[in-house]
């Protein structure tokens, strides 16, 4: 069974970093896709930034500069690396993984990360 345990969230003031973590209880190369999606109250959920399994990665492009997606394959682990952020980036972030793409995948249980002005 895949389990996905997210960490990392808090309060934090504009302009300041945060880094989010998403341990998989399986290798992070059995997955085609690794993602880090947000949802603010009232809004879509919208994905912030993805990682192949052979390591491109993709942002949304009002995080593109600011934030970094990476991951460690020793831990099973993917990062999402949060610098100068902003009151609107404020929301319950959510780490996905897809053995295939277009799956539903699996998700972890989320992390809220709030930002005050």
């Known amino acids: 069974q895949v389990q996905l345990v997210e960490s990392g969230g808090g309060l934090v003031q504009a302009g300041g970093s945060l880094r989010l973590s998403c341990r998989v209880t399986?290798?992070?190369?059995?997955?085609?896709?690794m993602g880090w999606y947000r949802q603010a109250p009232g809004k879509q959920r919208e994905l912030v930034a993805n990682?192949?399994?052979?390591?491109?990665?993709t942002y949304e492009d009002s995080v593109k500069g600011r934030f970094t997606i990476s991951r460690d394959a020793a831990w099973n682990t993917l990062y999402l690396q949060m610098n100068s952020l902003k009151p609107e980036d404020t929301a319950v972030y959510s780490c996905?993984?897809?053995?295939?793409?277009?799956?539903?995948?699996?998700w972890g249980q989320g992390t809220q990360v709030t930002v005050s002005s």
């Open positions: 990682m192949s399994r052979s390591g491109s990665a």
């Open positions: 996905n993984a897809r053995k295939l793409a277009g799956d539903l995948g699996y």
């Open positions: 399986k290798s992070i190369f059995d997955f085609a896709t």
